[in-house]
């Protein structure tokens, strides 16, 4: 392609506008000023801007600071002019209350930025779980050339022979911990062992699967979401990355040639074969309504729940990041779909070529790690959806359901996927640190536990806190896990089959809130119902008695955002979105520009 060939760029507008002289001028003259010349901003190579989501403050995507060393590298050569921005850090272990709550801020920010400058392109740096969905979330609404590279994962951590990973360690270090078998400081070295690079977490949780489900969306590189951040074929690909940033601007691919409906569901169905996170139907549900796609949660079963799971990674599994990589890492799994013909070959990915052409015929590396098609770790491993008299709709990730839990709660040879118990409800994380190892409450091993309070309004963000352990009396006596349901999240990094995402969530008027300890539920997984056994009047009595006392009670907002988001934002079923912003799409077009 010539240079006459190229599409106008977008930076032209500010760089170099002839009807515009005087805001051209001001305009240039401050990019010029740390030494860029006016040769190189009025050359007409293409403005691209790399979004800096690594920080001392990120510590998962820290490495990105290195990694655009190499992506300016890749831009440069290819004839691009680079500009780095940092966009607003989200932490996933580190931000209070919740790093969900973040989700939409970066968003909201990195559309400003993405609409506000002179970008003609630019690479999206994600890795920790809510900065790949913040950044391809901002890129689908404003819809310019848009290339996502990933931090990749840590290396493998172990402690004492034994792989250890990130955040499932923690769930097995707190049942030891409740349990007496390890002390403070062991618990500390146990998690702490997990972590031993820079990178995002090295298990399938919510990182990895976004990391993942980004590749098979088609926005980043094939092959390049497994490598680890350590290894030299991450510094490698970050240049790759930079260098196609510049062909894809002249090329004029935008997000919304890629994400298109066919993209969701091979996202979905890979998400099935790697086990991944319940996170995952959240933020695709908002990439999907910011680019204008329709994806009800219920096509995360009718596409996802009949797909086996073909990786085997912590916490549905054994293995960690690394092995995942050498083992082949997203082509190999979109392969073994493809040879069934579950995957929309034609959907184009941002090389320019197919998914199919990008992934045909690439092997499985090592069968331990990624299972043949034929023979996977589990049939049906997709999510289902829930729904019933407490909520609309709710995931859960069947893939984790263990023997223990089924022996106890799915060996009814007459009944054999319905359970039915006395509900425990707590209001909030808070309420179940303080109450659960208290045995007044009651808590048996028939006993159903509900977390409430936890969505995105209630604690603003929606909180991780739905796989709740049972008290410590019962895992003395061999109880690991009790049936969870919520209008909270999970973390990814948990192996707990707990009920998530309920929606409307207790706080939205959801029938959460009216729900009391000691009322029996049942739930049927094959009828895909959650329903308190109470009388259809009594519901409406305590509904009509909760309005009377002005409504599910929550704590009190403690910043700013915190208070505009809980007045905008949506359900979890729908992305947990800034409601209304869905209605900007495509706006790469700059007001007071040609
Ligand atoms: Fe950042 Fe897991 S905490 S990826
Ligand atoms: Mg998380």
Same mark, same amino acid.
């Given at each position: &392609?010539?240079?006459?060939?190229r599409?106008k760029l977008r930076?032209?507008?500010?760089? =170099?506008?002839?009807?515009?002289i005087?805001?051209?001028?001001?305009?240039?003259?401050?990019?010029?000023?740390?030494?860029l010349?006016?040769? !190189?901003?009025?050359?007409?190579?293409? @403005?691209?801007?790399?979004?800096?989501?690594g920080?001392?403050?990120?510590?998962?995507?820290?490495?990105?600071?290195?990694?655009?060393?190499?992506?300016?590298d890749?831009i440069?050569? &290819?004839?691009?002019i680079?500009?780095?921005?940092?966009?607003?850090?989200?932490?996933?272990?580190?931000?209070?209350?919740?790093?969900?709550?973040?989700?939409?801020?970066?968003?909201?920010?990195?559309?400003?930025?993405?609409?506000?400058?002179?970008?003609?392109?630019?690479?999206?740096?994600?890795?920790?779980? /809510?900065t790949t969905?913040?950044?391809?979330?901002a890129?689908?609404t404003?819809?310019?050339?848009?290339?996502?590279?990933?931090v990749?994962? &840590?290396?493998?951590?172990?402690h004492?022979?034994?792989?250890?990973?990130s955040?499932?360690?923690?769930?097995?270090?707190?049942?030891?911990?409740?349990?007496?078998?390890i002390?403070d400081?062991?618990?500390i070295?146990?998690?702490?062992s997990?972590?031993?690079?820079?990178?995002?977490?090295?298990?399938?949780?919510?990182?990895?699967?976004?990391?993942?489900l980004?590749?098979?969306?088609?926005?980043s590189?094939?092959?390049?979401?497994?490598?680890?951040?350590p290894?030299?074929?991450?510094?490698?690909?970050a240049?790759?990355?930079?260098?196609?940033?510049?062909?894809?601007?002249?090329?004029?691919?935008?997000?919304?040639?890629?994400?298109?409906?066919p993209?969701f569901?091979?996202?979905?169905?890979?998400?099935?074969a790697?086990?991944?996170?319940?996170?995952?139907p959240?933020?695709?549900?908002?990439?999907?309504?910011?680019?204008?796609?329709?994806?009800?949660? /219920?096509?995360?079963e009718?596409e996802?729940?009949?797909?086996?799971?073909?990786?085997?990674l912590?916490?549905?599994?054994?293995?960690?990041?690394?092995?995942?990589?050498?083992?082949?890492?997203?082509?190999?799994?979109?392969?073994?779909?493809?040879?069934?013909?579950?995957?929309?070959?034609?959907?184009?990915?941002?090389?320019?070529?197919?998914?199919? =052409?990008n992934?045909?015929g690439?092997a499985?590396?090592?069968? /331990?790690?990624?299972?043949?098609?034929?023979?996977?770790?589990?049939?049906?491993?997709?999510?289902?959806?829930?729904s019933g008299?407490?909520?609309?709709?709710?995931? &859960?990730?069947t893939?984790?359901?263990? *023997?223990?839990?089924?022996?106890?709660?799915?060996?009814?040879? =007459?009944? *054999?996927?319905?359970?039915?118990?006395?509900?425990?409800?707590?209001d909030?994380?808070?309420d179940?640190?303080?109450?659960?190892?208290d045995?007044?409450v009651?808590?048996?091993?028939?006993?159903?536990?509900f977390?409430?309070?936890?969505?995105p @309004?209630?604690?603003?963000g929606a909180a991780?806190?739905?796989?709740?352990?049972?008290?410590?009396?019962?895992?003395t006596?061999g109880?690991?896990?009790?049936?969870c349901?919520?209008d909270?999240r999970?973390s990814g990094?948990?192996?707990s089959?707990? @009920?998530?995402?309920?929606s409307?969530?207790?706080?939205?008027?959801?029938?959460?809130?009216l729900?009391?300890?000691?009322d029996?539920?049942?739930?049927?997984?094959?009828k895909?119902?959650? =329903?308190?056994?109470?009388?259809?009047?009594?519901?409406?009595?305590?509904?009509?008695?909760?309005?009377a006392?002005?409504?599910?009670?929550?704590?009190?907002?403690?910043?700013?955002?915190? !208070?505009?988001s809980?007045?905008?934002?949506?359900?979890?079923?729908?992305?947990?979105?800034?409601?209304?912003?869905?209605?900007?799409q495509?706006?790469a077009?700059?007001r007071?520009?040609?």
């Amino acid at each position: &392609m010539t240079m006459t060939d190229r599409p106008k760029l977008r930076s032209r507008a500010w760089f =170099d506008n002839p009807d515009n002289i005087d805001m051209t001028a001001l305009y240039l003259e401050r990019y010029l000023n740390f030494g860029l010349s006016l040769e !190189e901003l009025q050359s007409g190579k293409p @403005i691209i801007g790399i979004a800096q989501t690594g920080s001392d403050l990120s510590p998962c995507n820290r490495h990105h600071l290195v990694l655009a060393e190499r992506v300016r590298d890749g831009i440069r050569e &290819m004839g691009g002019i680079p500009l780095e921005f940092p966009v607003h850090p989200i932490q996933e272990t580190g931000k209070r209350p919740t790093a969900g709550l973040d989700r939409n801020l970066a968003y909201l920010a990195l559309v400003e930025v993405l609409y506000g400058y002179p970008l003609d392109g630019v690479v999206l740096t994600i890795g920790c779980d /809510k900065t790949t969905p913040a950044c391809l979330m901002a890129a689908a609404t404003v819809n310019i050339p848009a290339i996502a590279l990933s931090v990749g994962p &840590m290396l493998n951590g172990w402690h004492k022979g034994e792989r250890t990973g990130s955040g499932t360690i923690v769930w097995k270090a707190r049942q030891l911990l409740a349990a007496g078998e390890i002390d403070d400081a062991e618990f500390i070295r146990l998690v702490a062992s997990s972590a031993p690079s820079t990178g995002y977490c090295n298990t399938m949780g919510t990182a990895t699967t976004m990391n993942s489900l980004c590749e098979a969306l088609g926005m980043s590189l094939p092959g390049s979401a497994a490598i680890p951040a350590p290894y030299r074929d991450r510094q490698e690909v970050a240049w790759r990355t930079g260098k196609r940033i510049v062909e894809m601007v002249a090329e004029d691919i935008k997000p919304s040639d890629i994400l298109t409906k066919p993209a969701f569901h091979n996202a979905i169905k890979v998400n099935s074969a790697i086990g991944g996170s319940t996170n995952a139907p959240i933020h695709l549900a908002a990439i999907a309504r910011h680019i204008g796609v329709e994806l009800p949660l /219920k096509d995360w079963e009718t596409e996802g729940h009949k797909v086996p799971l073909l990786v085997n990674l912590q916490p549905a599994g054994e293995y960690l990041g690394e092995d995942y990589y050498r083992a082949g890492g997203v082509p190999a799994v979109v392969n073994q779909l493809m040879g069934q013909g579950l995957i929309a070959e034609d959907a184009l990915t941002v090389n320019g070529r197919t998914m199919g =052409d990008n992934c045909r015929g690439v092997a499985i590396e090592d069968e /331990k790690v990624i299972r043949p098609f034929a023979e996977p770790l589990k049939e049906d491993a997709g999510f289902i959806v829930l729904s019933g008299n407490l909520f609309d709709a709710a995931v &859960m990730k069947t893939s984790v359901i263990g *023997p223990e839990f089924r022996e106890r709660y799915l060996s009814n040879p =007459d009944d *054999p996927e319905a359970f039915e118990g006395p509900a425990v409800v707590f209001d909030g994380p808070e309420d179940y640190h303080h109450r659960i190892d208290d045995p007044s409450v009651g808590i048996t091993p028939e006993t159903l536990l509900f977390m409430r309070g936890a969505g995105p @309004i209630g604690y603003p963000g929606a909180a991780e806190v739905v796989n709740m352990r049972p008290p410590a009396y019962l895992i003395t006596e061999g109880v690991h896990a009790l049936p969870c349901i919520g209008d909270g999240r999970q973390s990814g990094t948990s192996g707990s089959p707990s @009920i998530l995402n309920a929606s409307p969530e207790a706080a939205a008027g959801g029938s959460l809130a009216l729900l009391r300890t000691g009322d029996r539920v049942r739930v049927d997984l094959g009828k895909g119902t959650v =329903d308190a056994l109470i009388a259809p009047e009594e519901i409406e009595a305590r509904r009509a008695a909760l309005q009377a006392a002005g409504g599910y009670a929550y704590p009190a907002s403690q910043t700013p955002w915190q !208070e505009i988001s809980r007045s905008h934002v949506g359900q979890m079923n729908t992305g947990a979105i800034v409601e209304g912003a869905e209605k900007y799409q495509r706006i790469a077009q700059t007001r007071g520009l040609p």
